[in-house]
């Protein structure tokens, strides 16, 4: 093992909510503020005044918080958070709920214009499925506090959704089948599910599916024929699928391959396949949809949206878009073990959809975007895992969607994105481009993408934590796109092999025990930050430097951590080494520099062959135990408790721990996109 160093603890310090201290800019603002005071102006409210306490949708490894307050204008208040499975006697420490609040997101060109209100927020992670917690949070501040100032309350993780046991069950098998047929059978999905006839008597439901009901396709091809009058799949004229009816949670309407063979449901080329977007507690399980532009429709904008959606163990392919909803009121799907396959004929070269970069390739001279997500989603609760993402635009996303609604039930919050595998993005991996609060991007893996990997663009406000992500050939440099004044971002023991040169300011941004390994990628520095607010930090990162730039590393914010509101960002100050950074701004007291020589084996894309495809399963991201980032790192609760040695280490993999499975958990080792 390496050197050995002391126990640390990202929170002990008080590092993590820098604004706690008072500055000499704080200084100078306060007799600003009594200036102002002199000339009738009403004074700063320093004490904090609580207001109402939000439980967030939980998930089944996560729990999101939101607590609203008044006054703290010196943005000194803190939460303390502590949990225990309920009736356990010792509670053990979580991250504190972050300060937000006056934090301006906004991007001109689509007149959006957003300011954070004011309030904490955040997650209490990595807890187990189905399992009651007490939670604690208690609002402190020492320039006073007023109402109700701690919480205690009770709240469970979910669990996988599953079908109800108890219900009928009800067979469909293909036109064309031959055989005995279990009773009671149909010829569709649609006559099994609403008792539907053809033609005009499709619309007529008179004996449709009860809650708990399964309906279990058998093997064979569902293929619409649309232009037929009397289609045998009963969808005449568009070849969709309208699915309206609706489960409850313990009863759920489940429709699952009858595990006889394929069974696939193929659109002809259609646009929407399935609309499920006015269902609630519907289960798709072990099914395979192809050659339409929408698998499944879940929610427009405004109009409606499916509840409690589950798509599992299924598989995509020749498809534009894979499960996608819009609507704010969509909320708690699970979509899990899937494999997207898109349309994209480049297979064999990585191509971007715009810009200079990519001229000259693809027959108009950039990518012709055939697929667009394998996932987009809004509205609270979704869990969005385990999947096997290849040749869209964007492989996962949460819409941009614009100003969030009020009402916490119609927002992009309290949302887990996990252990995705993810290849050949036109655009980015994984965006969380209209998150709000508590968004979680943890233990994904993204190999291939042309503009982005990890993308806020923006977040309102967040926490959006961004935990132990591999990141591999990413030509344009930008590892997390945090763009469009995005605010309150964490980047927590992610492995990025490739340089993070995204340069748009972000407010309330920190950054903890990360790997930014640069591929001499001529003329660009190894890493940027780009702040716009006064609460920012980085400490305890690894950069592998390129070689042959004097400029490595790329810092603005504003000075000694405080801003005047709607003042402009300070500029650029550039530095060739971690010693001169962190002597210039206080940040990466604890950085290091190293080189590829941490890992077991790993050589870095060439910066030349931008074009280039690389695979998963050629590349090793371990660390060697002897490395310079091994015991690296600090403390951080409820994100590496489990380290081993002396200190966290480094990066996504801890040395001698356990790898994710990335990608669905019952496929085999070989790759998915083949």
């Not at 669990?159 to 219900?167: A, L, M, R, S």
């Not at 290849?423 to 503009?451: K, L």
């Not at 405080?562 to 990466?588: D, M, Y």
Request: overall charge negative; some cysteine.
């Amino acid at each position: 093992m390496g050197a050995r160093r002391g126990r640390r603890n990202a929170l002990g310090d008080g590092e993590m909510n820098n604004a706690a201290r008072p500055t000499a800019s704080a200084v100078a603002w306060r007799v600003i503020a009594l200036l102002l005071l002199a000339g009738g102006v009403l004074p700063a409210e320093d004490a904090a005044h609580a207001g109402a306490f939000t439980v967030e949708h939980p998930t089944l490894h996560n729990l999101g918080f939101e607590w609203a307050i008044s006054g703290d204008d010196d943005r000194d208040a803190s939460v303390a958070v502590a949990f225990r499975k309920a009736g356990q006697d010792a509670w053990r420490q979580a991250l504190p709920l972050v300060r937000i609040g006056g934090e301006r997101v906004f991007r001109t060109r689509e007149n959006l214009d957003y300011t954070v209100p004011d309030g904490f927020a955040g997650s209490i992670l990595n807890l187990e499925p189905g399992t009651e917690y007490e939670c604690r949070f208690q609002l402190s501040d020492p320039d006073g506090t007023s109402g109700e100032t701690e919480h205690l309350v009770r709240v469970s993780t979910r669990t996988e959704p599953v079908p109800y046991e108890g219900g009928r069950v009800l067979h469909v098998y293909p036109p064309d089948h031959e055989g005995d047929k279990l009773e009671p059978h149909f010829t569709s999905l649609l006559q099994a599910y609403y008792g539907a006839g053809l033609g005009d008597w499709s619309v007529v439901w008179e004996r449709p599916v009860s809650p708990g009901d399964t309906i279990l396709v058998h093997a064979g091809l569902y293929r619409n024929d649309r232009l037929n009058y009397v289609d045998p799949m009963m969808t005449p004229f568009d070849g969709t699928n309208w699915l309206t009816l609706k489960g409850t949670a313990e009863r759920p309407i489940t429709i699952r391959a009858a595990g006889d063979g394929e069974a696939v449901f193929d659109g002809a080329g259609n646009h929407r396949l399935f609309d499920v977007s006015a269902s609630a507690h519907h289960i798709f399980e072990g099914l395979t949809f192809r050659n339409t532009d929408i698998a499944i429709f879940a929610g427009f904008k405004g109009v409606a949206g499916a509840r409690n959606l589950t798509v599992k163990r299924c598989r995509f392919e020749d498809i534009g878009f894979g499960v996608w909803t819009e609507y704010a009121g969509s909320s708690d799907f699970y979509i899990a073990d899937n494999i997207f396959l898109g349309r994209s004929e480049q297979r064999n070269l990585l191509v971007g959809w715009t810009g200079p970069l990519w001229r000259g390739v693809g027959p108009y001279g950039s990518h012709e975007v055939r697929s667009y997500y394998a996932v987009k989603v809004y509205g609270p609760g979704h869990v969005i895992a385990h999947n096997a993402v290849a040749y869209f635009h964007d492989g996962i996303g949460i819409s941009t969607y614009g100003t969030p609604e009020a009402d916490p039930e119609r927002r992009a919050s309290s949302i887990d994105i996990y252990a995705n595998d993810i290849h050949m993005s036109g655009d980015d991996f994984i965006e969380t481009d209209g998150g709000v609060h508590n968004i979680r991007v943890f233990n994904n893996r993204g190999v291939n993408a042309a503009h982005g990997g990890y993308s806020s663009q923006p977040v309102f406000g967040g926490p959006a934590y961004f935990i132990r992500n591999l990141l591999y050939h990413v030509p344009s440099g930008v590892a997390f796109k945090f763009s469009a004044k995005a605010a309150g971002l964490f980047a927590y023991h992610n492995t990025i092999i490739g340089e993070q040169v995204a340069s748009d300011p972000s407010s309330n941004m920190h950054y903890r025990n990360n790997l930014f390994l640069g591929r001499d990628t001529p003329g660009r520095g190894v890493m940027t930050w780009s702040n716009a607010g006064r609460e920012f930090s980085s400490d305890y990162n690894g950069f592998r430097p390129n070689a042959g730039v004097r400029e490595q590393y790329r810092w603005r914010a504003p000075d000694e951590g405080a801003v005047v509101p709607g003042a402009p960002v300070p500029p650029w100050r550039t530095f060739s080494s971690l010693r001169e950074l962190r002597a210039a701004t206080g940040q990466e007291q604890h950085g290091v520099e190293l080189d590829f020589d941490i890992f077991e084996r790993m050589a870095p894309p060439d910066p030349r062959q931008r074009h280039a495809v690389y695979h998963a399963r050629e590349l090793n991201f371990r660390l060697r135990p002897d490395s310079a980032a091994v015991d690296a790192g600090v403390v951080i609760p409820t994100v590496n408790e489990g380290f081993a040695g002396a200190a966290p280490d480094l990066g996504a993999l801890e040395v001698g721990g356990d790898e994710p499975h990335f990608g669905p958990r019952w496929l085999p080792s070989q790759p998915f996109y083949q």
